[in-house]
T-cell receptor, first 114, second 116 residues
């Protein structure tokens, strides 16, 4: 069975602080994909990143970075120098290879205070 | 490209009424999906389609029906609406899926449905 846990329900930071959103997953499969999506207050879901289970390289995209560690089944997301526009709910999701169902965590609501 | 579009954005239904949520994508994606998002929760898959004429159930299909007559459109039908179907509904599409491989699912803006 697949499971994604985002233990941080809500986080508040002051603008320009760094923040890390945690994601822990469970799967018995050896090949799978991990995703992060952003849901701003307007409600749409915005794709941020996809990572397959064979690629443990960390990735950086501007102020965003992702740390994938298979040994701890974690795929954490860090925002550097946070901005008010980063305020959103962030979802981590898991897709088993060969399946159609994205398993979502319950999300972390990030509030960046100006 | 408009991407994935959904109509309506909001709807209020009375118990027992029926309605169709519309979803259209212009990215020529083969795979399309319907998810629901309940308050404070992640999304759960209702139905998906791997191509025109082919659909299958997801995790929570009861109370819903789908059809896929074209590559672009994937409507979701609610028959006999119930309060438990109050949710936000998201349509998504991807270029390819299993068994050829996984691809990123791109989501529409959602439809907020309330059943009273």
């Amino acid at each position: 069975a697949q499971k994604v846990t985002q233990a941080q329900t809500e986080i508040s930071v002051v603008e320009k602080e760094d923040v890390t959103l945690d994601c822990v997953y469970e799967t018995r499969d050896t090949t799978y994909y991990l995703f992060w999506y952003k849901q701003p207050p307007s409600g749409e879901l915005v794709f941020l990143i996809r990572r397959n289970s064979f690629d443990e390289q960390n990735e950086i995209s501007g102020r965003y970075s992702w740390n994938f560690q298979k040994s701890t089944s974690s795929f954490n997301f860090t925002i550097t120098a946070s901005q008010v526009v980063d305020s959103a709910v962030y979802f981590c999701a898991l897709l088993k290879t060969g399946a159609n169902n994205l398993f979502f965590g319950t999300g972390t609501r990030l509030t960046v205070i100006p | 490209n408009a991407g994935v579009t959904q109509t309506p954005k909001f709807r209020i239904l009375k118990i027992g009424q029926s309605m169709t949520l519309q979803c259209t994508q212009d990215m020529n994606h083969n795979y399309m999906y319907w998810y629901r998002q309940d308050p404070g929760m992640g999304l759960k898959l209702i139905y998906y389609s791997v191509g025109a004429g082919i659909t299958d159930k997801g995790e929570v299909p009861n109370g819903y029906n789908v059809s896929r007559s074209t590559t672009e459109d994937f409507p979701l039908r609610l028959e006999l609406a119930a309060p438990s179907q109050t949710s936000v509904y998201f349509c998504a599409s991807s270029y390819k899926g299993p068994p050829s491989g996984a691809d990123t699912q791109y989501f529409g803006p959602g439809t907020r449905l309330t059943v009273l």
